[in-house]
């Protein structure tokens, strides 16, 4: 076996390493979640990096993925080994030329990190919609279920797409896998030298287009002989499944990974069983063991080699046994009699005296827990209807299958961490480089997933940790957390992060509450499962560390020291000089006064970090939050807004849904989200009324109005305005207001103020909710929109 480096990767990076040996050419235009396999290959190529063949590669970014195809299309008519990576309805654009590559025999392995497409709406998560729509294509289609098996069936992809002269698209899932962190064994380049068989290069580049070896392409056939024509390529689709095979067990003996195209898992004389590919496979492998260790007569089919579909090899690795099946699918086709790897699988079946029923999962990275795969099992007990779901809750068309039972499959020696943090406060990045130093130095595996919401910057984002020496390829959210940290006071109270803490878990909070306050300061339900879980409660002020430091606001080296301190993962000592190494690496070459500060910063973390005294009752204070919505919300804020707002929209059923994906209008100012620690405070009497920071604003948190005097009535008490300096003669009054709960704390309005004296000072937000802004914004609201005088429609004020 080839010597081993493991590395601490995601998805996208284990399919563009791998497409990154073989290619010389790489035609690319970003679309989520595959934009990164795009990145890395032109920051490799950049950086000089060679590929298998000495050189680096020749990366062409296109107009639109259409572009991007055709190029491929073109490169590889010309001899060259190219590819590309793609998803979601940039695949659709390339649709086309697919049907031409593969028309012509073309060797070429696509990379798709599989997404929904746009139906009723946008959604930038995983599912098979996309992968689903090329099955005519003539491409044939390669699944992975993790990180791992990305890299690995990659090098399978390539090395067969030049013997078969059939090409390949490799795929798995957007999100969770794409971008999931996983510890993996990189695969050599080295390796990928002893693997390739120069003679099917050598084959493909003599069939390229060439002056001294001219060929018509491109060319018409009319109806006598067109159909003849597609008829030819059928013994080259025949030869696939076995050549994939043979390239599997010669990768085998030099990675010690064996797959096959349809990989069994399970009880040998298993009665039920499920067929699936992608990354619920894992999902389904983890229940299946857990339930089979019971004695319940399981298992499971994992779909590596989708197209050609061989019905030989699949049916090989069903046990005689089986008497029903369910087929998952990550995808939904309105109309059909089922979606297409249950047609697949049911057309295969069909000489079997067998049961087969089709379902659907996960659609749009929709959770896919072992909980659900217990679900599926026990429906084919029961009802065994065809064409059910599971992971909603439909009421509509009630296909949708009850969770009886929850089930836990996590082996003991695994922790499990959550971190709730903010987009762009580098809380996500902080986690990377956790799992790196965890990863990368010791013997444990590390898994990293990174739940964003679709704002990016300024949304939350909610870490998922995990750290064992048993395996963590477990694809889906942590339910049983032994760590939590709230990197964000402004989310107490707002969402529930304590739910998923298992019982003497630990709970790290940043806050600038004292210790002894910090119980008092969570609500009345937070502090109940502190107190019935037994939860280790600490508390950290992480701003006030980093910016005593020179960190300004980045307190993502405090949260980590702190994690690292009280987790357990590692031993604090080992752990914390890990920590200081990794900033060295990391930071000196932005000088060694970064790396001091960081280290500082390290150090401060442990005089910061208190134990919060937990009584053995409820005390009489807890904090009650603010209502996310308005007393008089509609129905559409109060279903729909409000459980989205509070990360619980997995409990929305089919029936609110809008069957055409039409919304109202204005929701946005529905979602109070109050998350700014501090928020502009109006200093009026050096305002100069020029409303420049009501324009420079990218949130419209910060808003500008005239005011007649007789609408002032009923004003509260705290609302002050100035005398409008525009010429009119109604006496009109001015007035800045900060939407407080609004505000992203991003500054741009105290910087673009102009005034001699800054007319915007920052104060805490809580002092501004004590001085009555919430009050104020409300009655500002009120106010008519468009008191206009004396400030012409074409100038900043009006
Ligand atoms: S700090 Fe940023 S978000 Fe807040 S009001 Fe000013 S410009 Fe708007
Ligand atoms: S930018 Fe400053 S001076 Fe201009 S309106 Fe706003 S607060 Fe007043």
């Known amino acids: 076996m080839a010597k081993i480096k493991n590395t601490v990767i995601d998805g996208n990076t284990a399919a563009a390493h791998v497409a990154y040996a073989f290619s010389e050419v790489a035609a690319i235009y970003p679309i989520t979640p595959s934009s990164p396999m795009g990145e890395y290959t032109d920051a490799w190529a950049s950086m000089g990096l060679k590929n298998v063949f000495g050189k680096p590669v020749d ?74 729509s090329t099955r005519n294509t003539g491409f044939a289609l390669m699944a992975a279920t993790g990180v791992q098996e990305t890299m690995d069936l990659a090098l399978v992809s390539h090395l067969a797409t030049l013997k078969a002269q059939v090409p390949f698209l490799n795929f798995f899932d957007g999100f969770r896998t794409s971008h999931e962190l996983q510890k993996v064994e990189e695969i050599s380049f080295d390796t990928v030298k002893k693997l390739i068989e120069p003679e099917y290069i050598e084959r493909f580049r003599d069939r390229a287009m060439r002056p001294e070896k001219p060929v018509v392409k491109v060319a018409a056939q009319n109806p006598d002989v067109y159909f003849q024509g597609r008829e030819t390529v059928n013994k080259y689709y025949d030869a696939v499944p076995a050549i994939v095979q043979e390239y599997m067990d010669k990768a085998a003996k030099l990675i010690g990974r064996q797959y096959k195209l349809f990989d069994y898992v399970g009880d040998a004389q298993a009665e039920k069983i499920i067929i699936a590919m992608g990354s619920g496979c894992d999902t389904i492998e983890h229940a299946v063991n857990a339930l089979t260790k019971r004695g319940e007569k399981v298992g499971a089919v994992k779909v590596r080699l989708y197209r050609p579909f061989s019905v030989k090899h699949f049916l090989d690795v069903i046990p005689n046994t ?77 296909l949708s299958i009850p969770i009886k039972e929850h089930i836990h499959v996590t082996p003991d020696d695994v922790v499990n961490c959550i971190f709730w943090g903010f987009g762009s406060d580098g809380t996500v990045g902080a986690k990377k480089n956790t799992i790196k130093i965890i990863g990368e130095n010791t013997d444990m595996n590390a898994q990293g997933y990174f739940l964003y919401d679709s704002k990016k910057s300024g949304g939350v984002t909610v870490t998922h940790l995990r750290f064992g020496k048993s395996s963590v390829n477990m694809p889906w959210l942590i339910d049983d957390a032994d760590f939590v940290a709230c990197h964000k006071p402004a989310y107490i109270g707002r969402y529930d992060m304590l739910g998923r803490i298992k019982p003497g878990g630990t709970f790290l909070l940043n806050t600038r509450v004292e210790p002894d306050k910090a119980f008092i300061c969570l609500t009345r339900e937070e502090q109940k499962i502190i107190i019935d879980r037994k939860i280790k409660f600490y508390v950290i002020d992480a701003l006030k560390i980093a910016r005593e430091v020179g960190l300004g606001s980045r307190i993502n080296t405090v949260m980590k ?75 559409f804020a109060r279903d729909i807004v409000l459980p989205i707002m509070t990360f619980k929209g997995d409990d929305i059923p089919v029936s609110k849904m809008s069957f055409d994906g039409t919304l109202p209008i204005g929701t946005t100012r529905l979602e109070k989200r109050g998350i700014a620690p501090r928020v502009p405070k109006w200093i009026s009497e050096n305002c100069i009324q020029c409303n420049q920071c009501a324009q420079s604003c990218p949130h419209a948190a910060i808003r500008a109005k005239q005011i007649a005097p007789g609408n002032l009535d009923g004003a509260p008490e705290s609302f002050t305005t100035l005398k409008s300096n525009t010429k009119n003669d109604k006496d009109l009054q001015y007035k800045i207001q900060v939407y407080i709960e609004d505000c992203q704390a991003c500054g741009v309005c105290l910087v673009t103020c102009p005034a001699k004296n800054k007319a915007l000072e920052w104060s805490p937000v809580e002092t501004e909710r004590e001085a009555g802004e919430n009050a104020n914004e409300a009655f500002f609201s009120s106010l008519p929109e468009d008191v206009l005088d004396g400030a012409p429609e074409t100038s900043v004020k009006g």
């Open 59 to 132: 990366v062409i970014e296109m107009q639109s993925e259409a572009g991007a195809a055709g190029a491929v299309h073109g490169s590889l008519s010309g001899g060259a080994m190219t590819t590309t990576y793609t998803a979601s309805q940039g695949l659709l654009l390339m649709i086309p030329n697919m049907h031409k590559i593969a028309g012509e025999m073309l060797p070429t392995v696509f990379h798709v990190s599989a997404r929904s497409l746009a139906v009723q709406s946008l959604s930038i998560f995983g599912d098979h919609s996309d992968v689903m």
């Open 322 to 398: 089986v008497k029903k099946v369910a087929v998952l699918d990550r995808t939904k086709e309105p109309g059909a009699i089922g979606e297409p790897l249950y047609m697949d699988a049911a057309l295969a079946l069909a000489p079997k005296n067998i049961t087969v029923i089709g379902g659907r999962y996960g659609l749009s990275s929709k959770g896919f827990t072992p909980s659900m795969v217990k679900a599926v099992y026990d429906h084919l007990d029961g009802k065994c209807s065809h064409n059910f779901t599971v992971g909603i809750n439909d009421d509509v068309s009630n």
């Open 561 to 635: 020291a702190c994690f690292f301190k009280i987790s357990g993962v590692l031993p604090e000592k080992v752990a914390i000089g890990l920590v200081k190494d990794f900033i060295k690496k990391s930071f000196s070459n932005k000088g060694e006064d970064i790396v001091k500060m960081n280290w500082n910063a390290v150090d401060k973390s442990g005089e910061g970090l208190h134990k919060v005294e937990i009584p053995t009752t409820l005390p009489k204070e807890a904090l009650i939050a603010p209502p996310l919505l308005p007393k008089d919300a509609n129905a």
